[in-house]
């Protein structure tokens, strides 16, 4: 079980999750992608192996998880995604990350994206594309089918947040 934070850069990430951190009191979950320097080698392995041992870990909060973020990244910013994450293995993962996570999509206007993407040090390609990386978020939590936050930290109260992401934990611990 997982809460896993999603979004564009400059989405909001990084605030609500330290917030998440403390008022959950959980750990955050390794990074597998930086902002300056991109993924890991071997993400599909890291994927793969991460939701395989997700019974044997502790509750934790991601800063993004790349069965969500390298469809979209690997997209724009890459000439595409690795043959691994188009295989019946990474759909099998998915589909267990959709059944035993919540994912918060931060996604604020497009305005307050560009503005914070533009203030901050980012990865080649994400302020050239963050129109694209913008609207490739909204379809993605469109389109996610496990538990889901729509997150706008200009018009969402962070409590609300904090309460749905609890009740979750709650729900699933019975």
């Known amino acids: 079980m997982s809460i896993i934070i999603e979004g564009p850069d400059g989405g909001g990430k990084s605030t609500l999750i330290e917030t998440l951190t403390k008022e959950l009191k959980l750990p955050l979950h390794s990074r597998h992608c930086t902002s300056d320097e991109g993924p890991i080698d071997n993400l599909f392995d890291w994927a793969h192996a991460d939701i395989a041992t997700w019974e044997l870990q502790k509750t934790s909060i991601y800063d993004r998880h790349p069965y969500i973020s390298e469809y979209i990244y690997a997209g724009l910013l890459r000439g595409g995604v690795a043959e691994e994450f188009l295989s019946i293995t990474a759909q099998q993962d998915i589909d267990k990350m959709a059944r035993d996570?919540?994912?918060v999509f931060c996604i604020p206007s497009l305005d307050?994206?560009?503005?914070?993407?533009?203030?901050?040090?980012?990865?080649?390609?994400?302020?050239?594309?963050?129109?694209?990386?913008?609207?490739?978020?909204?379809?993605?939590?469109?389109?996610?089918r496990g538990n889901k936050i729509f997150y706008d930290y200009e018009i969402t109260p962070l409590d609300s947040v904090i309460y749905q992401a609890k009740s979750f934990l709650i729900g699933r611990n019975k």
Do not use: C, F, P
């Open 101 to 103: 996570s919540l994912v």
């Open 112 to 144: 307050t994206i560009a503005k914070n993407i533009e203030a901050s040090h980012q990865m080649d390609g994400v302020a050239a594309n963050v129109e694209n990386l913008y609207w490739a978020y909204r379809e993605a939590h469109a389109n996610w």
